[in-house]
C-alpha cells in the first residue's frame, strides 16, 4: 500500500492506465477483467481458484478450541477490577472543508489471485454450492464437538477488565445471586451436556452475579426488555439465568490474554488468548439444549416469560456470532420463538388491558398492581424485540420476513422513565406525572406505519428510542416487500404492464418520504438509528442482489450477467443516491461506541462498503475502455483539459451540501470519503482498491486495542473478506 504524498495533482485521483494497459494480466486474467471484458460471454470459462471470496470462505464452521481449556486461567474477572477499566477515548472525525494538501491512499496494481491448494478448495466450496451461508455438518457433530473439556479452576484464574462500560452510572441491580441458584446454574450445564463435557471447577456466585448483572445491563444499549428491579434469581429458571450468564461473557470482553513477550510466536500467542466471548458461546449451546427439552418435558413452558426471553438471548447472540453453524441453528429455531409468542396472542392488543396505579392503592396494592404492569411490558418490549429481530435477519440473511408489520396491534412499549422505575411508589409517581391530559392510547407499529406524523406527537408515555427503531423496522420490511414486487416485475418480461410500473414508482416515492421524514420526526438520534435509516434508502436506489452477484457470489455466468444490470445502472442519478446513502451508512458507523458493531449494523455496513466498491470496479472498467478508445494525455495535459467541476473533489462523508447535491443531481465533481487518520488521507470512490481499506478501518476502529486475532468472529470474518475482495481487480 503507498501514500501518494501531499502534492500529488487532484487529476491524479482520475486514474487513467495507458493505452496498452488493461489492469490484467495477459497471462491469467482476473475475475473482473473477465466478466467486464467486451463479449465476455464468449472468453474462455475462469477456473474456480479465480473466483472471488465469498464471506463463507472466512467463516468458520464451528468455535473449535479443541482441549483448550475455555473456562481456563482467564475466565472469570475479579469482582473488584471489573469496571476499573479506563474508557477509551476515540477523536470524533472532524467534518472540515478540504485540507488545503490533500493525499490518497492509493494501492499498487495486484498480479492475479493465485492461491494455494487449501485456498483453492475452499473458494471452490463456497462457489460450487453457491450460498454465503452454508454449513455442511460433519458426521456426528453437535453443539458439544467443539469444546470436550472444561475446567473452572478459580484458583488459576487471573483479574481482568472488561473494554466494555455496560452499565449505566443510574443503573443499580439490586438482585444478587445466591450460592444456591449457583448450583442450579451448576447442575443445568451437568445435566444438559452429560458426560460429552468435563468440568472439573465451577465460577463462584460472586462471578456469576457479575456476569449476569452485565447480561441485564447490555439490553439497556437497545430496547431493554429484561426488567432489572424485579429481577429474582431465585425465582428464575436456571435456563435463563445461564442464558444471562453467557450474554455477559459475550459482551464481557472481545479477548483477555496473557501479555505477549516479545519473542512469542503467533502460535503461541493465539494458545494465550482466552476468550471470555467464546465461553459465552458454549453456554448458549447448553441453554438452546436445555431450552428443548424443557418444551418437550412441558410444554407450558411456552408460555413463560422466562423461557420466552432465555430463548431471545440465545438468538441473539448466535445469530452474528460470526461462526457458521451457530449462525444457521439461531436462525432455524427462530421460528419456534414467533409462533409461541403468536399463538400465545402476545401481538395482538387484545392481550394488553390497561394496568394504571391510584393513588388510594394500598402498599400491597400497588405493589401486586406493578407486578403485573411489569410483566406485561416485558411481554410488549420482547414482542417488539423479537419483530426487530426478525428484520434483522431478512435484511443479512437476505430471507423472507417471517412475522408481519401488519400483525403487530399491540401498543408501543411504556417510557423508559416508567419502566426503570426502580420501585412501586416512584413507578406510580411517574405514571401520574406522564400521563396526558386526553388520556390518548397508545399507538401501535401498525398505527404509525399507516400514519407517519404519528411520530411527530408521540405521546409521551411512550418509548420513543423503541418506537423509532421499531418504525424504521417496519419500514425496512416495507422496502424489502417493495424489493420482491420489482423483480417479480421486472423477471415478468410484460412491459406493457404500466399499472404495475407506475405502482412500483409511486410506492418507491412514498417510501423514500417516509424515510426522509423520519430524520426530522423524531428526537431520537442514535447511530443505528441513522445507520439503518440510509441502508434503506441505499437499498430503494440499487438491487443489492446484483451487487453481491457482481461480487461472485454465484460465479462467473452470474457475475457477467449482474454487470450488464450494473452498466446501465451506473451512469444514472440513483447510482449517486445510493452511493450517497451508502457513504452515510459508513459515517454512521465510525460513530459508533466501541465495540457496538457486532450484530446486524457490522452486516449492514459490509453491504455499504460492497456498494461503493462495486461502484469503484465499474469505474475503472469505464476508464479502461476510455483508455482503449482515445489517446491518453499525461497528467498535466489531463488537469488542463478537464473541467472545473471534474477537478473539485466532492466529500460525501459529510453533511448534505451545495457541492454534494451537484454531484448528485448533475454528476458533477469526484466523489471522495476521509480516512480517520491524521494524515488527512482522502479516498477517491471511483478506485474500488482503496475503498475496501475504508470498510476495514471502520470496523477495526470499532475494536481499539485489539489485533485481528482478538477481535470478536464477525468482525474479523468482515475484515478478511474485505482484505481479500480489496486485492482483485
Same mark, same amino acid.
Given at each position: 500500500?503507498?501514500?501518494?504524498?501531499?502534492?500529488?495533482?487532484?487529476?491524479?485521483?482520475?486514474?487513467?492506465?495507458?493505452?496498452?494497459?488493461?489492469?490484467?494480466?495477459?497471462?491469467?486474467?482476473?475475475?473482473?477483467?473477465?466478466?467486464?471484458?467486451?463479449?465476455?460471454?464468449?472468453?474462455?470459462?475462469?477456473?474456480?481458484?479465480?473466483?472471488?471470496?465469498?464471506?463463507?470462505?472466512?467463516?468458520?464452521?464451528?468455535?473449535?478450541?479443541?482441549?483448550?481449556?475455555?473456562?481456563?486461567?482467564?475466565?472469570?474477572?475479579?469482582?473488584?477490577?471489573?469496571?476499573?477499566?479506563?474508557?477509551?477515548?476515540?477523536?470524533?472525525?472532524?467534518?472540515?472543508?478540504?485540507?488545503?494538501?490533500?493525499?490518497?491512499?492509493?494501492?499498487?496494481?495486484?498480479?492475479?489471485?493465485?492461491?494455494?491448494?487449501?485456498?483453492?478448495?475452499?473458494?471452490?466450496?463456497?462457489?460450487?454450492?453457491?450460498?454465503?451461508?452454508?454449513?455442511?455438518?460433519?458426521?456426528?457433530?453437535?453443539?458439544?464437538?467443539?469444546?470436550?473439556?472444561?475446567?473452572?479452576?478459580?484458583?488459576?484464574?487471573?483479574?481482568?477488565?472488561?473494554?466494555?462500560?455496560?452499565?449505566?452510572?443510574?443503573?443499580?441491580?439490586?438482585?444478587?445471586?445466591?450460592? #444456591?441458584?449457583?448450583?442450579?446454574? &451448576?447442575?443445568? /450445564? *451437568? !445435566?444438559? %451436556?452429560? @458426560?460429552?463435557?468435563?468440568?472439573?471447577?465451577?465460577?463462584?456466585?460472586?462471578?456469576?452475579?457479575?456476569?449476569?448483572?452485565?447480561?441485564?445491563?447490555?439490553?439497556?444499549?437497545?430496547?431493554?426488555?429484561?426488567?432489572?428491579?424485579?429481577?429474582?434469581?431465585?425465582?428464575?429458571?436456571?435456563?435463563?439465568?445461564?442464558?444471562?450468564?453467557?450474554?455477559?461473557?459475550?459482551?464481557?470482553?472481545?479477548?483477555?490474554?496473557?501479555?505477549?513477550?516479545?519473542?512469542?510466536?503467533?502460535?503461541?500467542?493465539?494458545?494465550?488468548?482466552?476468550?471470555? #466471548?467464546?465461553?459465552?458461546?458454549? &453456554?448458549?449451546? /447448553? *441453554? !438452546?439444549? %436445555?431450552? @428443548?427439552?424443557?418444551?418437550?418435558?412441558?410444554?407450558?413452558?411456552?408460555?413463560?416469560?422466562?423461557?420466552?426471553?432465555?430463548?431471545?438471548?440465545?438468538?441473539?447472540?448466535?445469530?452474528?456470532?460470526?461462526?457458521?453453524?451457530?449462525?444457521?441453528?439461531?436462525?432455524?429455531?427462530?421460528?419456534?420463538?414467533?409462533?409461541?409468542?403468536?399463538?400465545?396472542?402476545?401481538?395482538?392488543?387484545?392481550?394488553?388491558?390497561?394496568?394504571?396505579?391510584?393513588?388510594?392503592?394500598?402498599?400491597?396494592?400497588?405493589?401486586?398492581?406493578?407486578?403485573?404492569?411489569?410483566?406485561?411490558?416485558?411481554?410488549?418490549?420482547?414482542?417488539?424485540?423479537?419483530?426487530?429481530?426478525?428484520?434483522?435477519?431478512?435484511?443479512?440473511?437476505?430471507?423472507?420476513?417471517?412475522?408481519?408489520?401488519?400483525?403487530?396491534?399491540?401498543?408501543?412499549?411504556?417510557?423508559?422513565?416508567?419502566?426503570?422505575?426502580?420501585?412501586?411508589?416512584?413507578?406510580?409517581?411517574?405514571?401520574?406525572?406522564?400521563?396526558?391530559?386526553?388520556?390518548?392510547?397508545?399507538?401501535?407499529?401498525?398505527?404509525?406505519?399507516?400514519?407517519?406524523?404519528?411520530?411527530?406527537?408521540?405521546?409521551?408515555?411512550?418509548?420513543?428510542?423503541?418506537?423509532?427503531?421499531?418504525?424504521?423496522?417496519?419500514?425496512?420490511?416495507?422496502?424489502?416487500?417493495?424489493?420482491?414486487?420489482?423483480?417479480?416485475?421486472?423477471?415478468?418480461?410484460?412491459?406493457?404492464?404500466?399499472?404495475?410500473?407506475?405502482?412500483?414508482?409511486?410506492?418507491?416515492?412514498?417510501?423514500?418520504?417516509?424515510?426522509?421524514?423520519?430524520?426530522?420526526?423524531?428526537?431520537?438520534?442514535?447511530?443505528?438509528?441513522?445507520?439503518?435509516?440510509?441502508?434503506?434508502?441505499?437499498?430503494?436506489?440499487?438491487?443489492?442482489?446484483?451487487?453481491?452477484?457482481?461480487?461472485?457470489?454465484?460465479?462467473?455466468?452470474?457475475?457477467?450477467?449482474?454487470?450488464?444490470?450494473?452498466?446501465?445502472?451506473?451512469?444514472?442519478?440513483?447510482?449517486?443516491?445510493?452511493?450517497?446513502?451508502?457513504?452515510?451508512?459508513?459515517?454512521?458507523?465510525?460513530?459508533?461506541?466501541?465495540?457496538?458493531?457486532?450484530?446486524?449494523?457490522?452486516?449492514?455496513?459490509?453491504?455499504?462498503?460492497?456498494?461503493?466498491?462495486?461502484?469503484?470496479?465499474?469505474?475503472?472498467?469505464?476508464?479502461?475502455?476510455?483508455?482503449?478508445?482515445?489517446?491518453?494525455?499525461?497528467?498535466?495535459?489531463?488537469?488542463?483539459?478537464?473541467?472545473?467541476?471534474?477537478?473539485?473533489?466532492?466529500?460525501?462523508?459529510?453533511?448534505?451540501?451545495?457541492?454534494?447535491?451537484?454531484?448528485?443531481?448533475?454528476?458533477?465533481?469526484?466523489?471522495?470519503?476521509?480516512?480517520?487518520?491524521?494524515?488527512?488521507?482522502?479516498?477517491?470512490?471511483?478506485?474500488?482498491?482503496?475503498?475496501?481499506?475504508?470498510?476495514?478501518?471502520?470496523?477495526?476502529?470499532?475494536?481499539?486495542?485489539?489485533?485481528?486475532?482478538?477481535?470478536?468472529?464477525?468482525?474479523?470474518?468482515?475484515?478478511?473478506?474485505?482484505?481479500?475482495?480489496?486485492?482483485?481487480?
Amino acid at each position: 500500500m503507498i501514500l501518494v504524498a501531499a502534492g500529488t495533482s487532484k487529476a491524479d485521483l482520475l486514474w487513467t492506465p495507458a493505452a496498452n494497459e488493461i489492469g490484467i494480466d495477459a497471462d491469467v486474467p482476473s475475475f473482473f477483467g473477465h466478466i467486464m471484458a467486451p463479449g465476455g460471454s464468449e472468453l474462455a470459462p475462469l477456473d474456480a481458484f479465480q473466483l472471488p471470496p465469498d464471506i463463507s470462505s472466512v467463516l468458520p464452521d464451528q468455535d473449535w478450541l479443541g482441549d483448550f481449556d475455555i473456562f481456563g486461567a482467564d475466565f472469570i474477572p475479579a469482582v473488584d477490577n471489573a469496571f476499573a477499566a479506563p474508557p477509551v477515548d476515540i477523536q470524533p472525525q472532524q467534518h472540515q472543508t478540504q485540507p488545503d494538501s490533500v493525499t490518497e491512499e492509493k494501492v499498487e496494481g495486484h498480479s492475479s489471485h493465485r492461491l494455494n491448494q487449501a485456498d483453492h478448495a475452499r473458494e471452490r466450496h463456497a462457489i460450487f454450492k453457491r450460498s454465503p451461508w452454508l454449513w455442511i455438518p460433519e458426521r456426528n457433530s453437535n453443539a458439544f464437538t467443539e469444546h470436550n473439556r472444561i475446567q473452572l479452576d478459580e484458583g488459576h484464574l487471573q483479574s481482568a477488565t472488561s473494554p466494555h462500560q455496560p452499565f449505566a452510572e443510574t443503573l443499580s441491580i439490586p438482585d444478587r445471586l445466591s450460592q #444456591s441458584s449457583r448450583d442450579r446454574i &451448576l447442575q443445568l /450445564i *451437568v !445435566r444438559t %451436556a452429560k @458426560s460429552q463435557i468435563c468440568i472439573t471447577s465451577f465460577p463462584s456466585a460472586d462471578c456469576l452475579d457479575l456476569l449476569i448483572k452485565m447480561g441485564i445491563a447490555k439490553k439497556f444499549e437497545t430496547d431493554a426488555w429484561i426488567h432489572p428491579f424485579t429481577f429474582k434469581s431465585e425465582d428464575c429458571r436456571p435456563e435463563l439465568l445461564t442464558a444471562l450468564v453467557a450474554a455477559g461473557c459475550v459482551c464481557f470482553g472481545v479477548s483477555l490474554c496473557t501479555e505477549k513477550g516479545p519473542r512469542s510466536t503467533q502460535i503461541d500467542f493465539e494458545l494465550q488468548v482466552k476468550t471470555v #466471548s467464546r465461553t459465552g458461546l458454549v &453456554l448458549l449451546e /447448553i *441453554v !438452546r439444549v %436445555a431450552l @428443548s427439552r424443557v418444551i418437550e418435558e412441558d410444554n407450558s413452558a411456552g408460555r413463560d416469560i422466562q423461557w420466552l426471553q432465555a430463548s431471545m438471548i440465545w438468538l441473539d447472540v448466535a445469530a452474528f456470532c460470526g461462526f457458521k453453524r451457530k449462525m444457521e441453528v439461531a436462525e432455524s429455531n427462530l421460528q419456534p420463538l414467533i409462533t409461541a409468542m403468536r399463538r400465545y396472542g402476545k401481538f395482538d392488543r387484545v392481550a394488553y388491558s390497561p394496568i394504571t396505579p391510584s393513588a388510594a392503592d394500598s402498599a400491597s396494592q400497588l405493589h401486586e398492581t406493578w407486578l403485573q404492569w411489569v410483566e406485561a411490558q416485558s411481554f410488549c418490549r420482547l414482542a417488539h424485540h423479537l419483530f426487530e429481530h426478525d428484520t434483522f435477519m431478512t435484511l443479512t440473511k437476505h430471507r423472507n420476513p417471517l412475522l408481519s408489520y401488519a400483525e403487530l396491534s399491540l401498543p408501543l412499549p411504556a417510557s423508559r422513565a416508567l419502566w426503570l422505575a426502580p420501585s412501586a411508589d416512584d413507578w406510580r409517581t411517574v405514571y401520574l406525572g406522564l400521563q396526558s391530559p386526553s388520556h390518548r392510547q397508545a399507538p401501535s407499529l401498525r398505527s404509525i406505519l399507516a400514519d407517519s406524523g404519528i411520530m411527530r406527537c408521540m405521546i409521551p408515555e411512550v418509548d420513543v428510542q423503541v418506537a423509532t427503531s421499531t418504525f424504521l423496522s417496519g419500514v425496512a420490511a416495507q422496502v424489502w416487500e417493495h424489493g420482491k414486487l420489482v423483480s417479480l416485475h421486472a423477471n415478468g418480461g410484460d412491459d406493457s404492464d404500466a399499472t404495475a410500473r407506475l405502482w412500483n414508482q409511486s410506492r418507491h416515492e412514498k417510501l423514500c418520504d417516509v424515510l426522509h421524514a423520519s430524520e426530522l420526526s423524531t428526537n431520537v438520534a442514535t447511530f443505528s438509528t441513522a445507520l439503518l435509516r440510509h441502508f434503506l434508502l441505499m437499498t430503494l436506489h440499487v438491487n443489492l442482489d446484483n451487487i453481491m452477484r457482481f461480487a461472485g457470489k454465484c460465479g462467473e455466468a452470474e457475475a457477467q450477467q449482474a454487470y450488464q444490470a450494473l452498466v446501465i445502472w451506473l451512469p444514472t442519478k440513483p447510482a449517486r443516491l445510493a452511493l450517497w446513502h451508502a457513504v452515510q451508512v459508513v459515517r454512521a458507523a465510525r460513530d459508533a461506541a466501541p465495540y457496538q458493531l457486532r450484530g446486524c449494523d457490522a452486516f449492514l455496513t459490509w453491504h455499504a462498503v460492497s456498494l461503493m466498491w462495486a461502484y469503484g470496479m465499474l469505474q475503472q472498467n469505464v476508464a479502461r475502455r476510455t483508455a482503449r478508445s482515445s489517446p491518453v494525455p499525461d497528467s498535466t495535459t489531463l488537469e488542463a483539459s478537464a473541467p472545473p467541476s471534474q477537478k473539485r473533489l466532492v466529500f460525501l462523508d459529510g453533511e448534505r451540501s451545495a457541492e454534494v447535491d451537484d454531484f448528485l443531481y448533475r454528476n458533477d465533481g469526484i466523489p471522495c470519503m476521509r480516512l480517520l487518520d491524521s494524515s488527512h488521507t482522502v479516498c477517491s470512490l471511483h478506485k474500488a482498491q482503496n475503498v475496501m481499506t475504508i470498510g476495514i478501518e471502520v470496523l477495526e476502529r470499532n475494536c481499539p486495542g485489539e489485533g485481528r486475532v482478538g477481535m470478536p468472529q464477525m468482525i474479523k470474518s468482515l475484515c478478511d473478506l474485505m482484505e481479500e475482495l480489496g486485492k482483485l481487480r
